[in-house]
């Protein structure tokens, strides 16, 4: 069973940086794009940031210039790099993994985790 765990949101003041972290774990043989979505109060969830097996990578415009996504293909991992914090960045972000490979039907799936809560407030 493939599962995503999310890690390190918090409360940060306006400016401030974060870093999200996100491990797929399970038989896993391969995964597509990785991302992060956010999903503020009233709002639909939106894309943040994906990144590719490859490492080529794509922004929201409204986080351009400030997250970073990285990952590492080896330990199935991905991260977002938060700078320059605002108060509309608040929402909860989710880690996404798209076109999993992985024991035990070896058909791609997509799958999400549960989320972390992001404030952005002073």
């Known amino acids: 069973q493939v599962q995503l765990v999310e890690s390190g949101g918090g409360l940060v003041q306006p400016g401030r940086s974060l870093r999200l972290d996100c491990a797929a774990s399970g038989s896993i043989f391969s995964i597509g794009a990785m991302g992060w979505y956010r999903q503020a109060p009233g709002k639909q969830r939106e894309l943040v940031a994906t990144?590719?097996?490859?490492?080529?990578?794509n922004y929201a415009d409204a986080v351009k210039g400030r997250f970073t996504i990285s990952r590492d293909n080896a330990k199935n991992t991905v991260a977002l790099q938060m700078n320059s914090l605002k108060p509309e960045d608040t929402a909860v972000y989710y880690c996404?993994?798209?076109?999993?490979?992985?024991?035990?039907?070896?058909?791609?799936?997509?799958?999400w985790g549960r989320g972390t809560q992001v404030t952005v407030s002073s």
């Open positions: 990144i590719t097996s490859r490492t080529s990578t």
């Open positions: 996404n993994a798209a076109r999993v490979v992985a024991q035990p039907n070896f058909v791609p799936t997509d799958y």
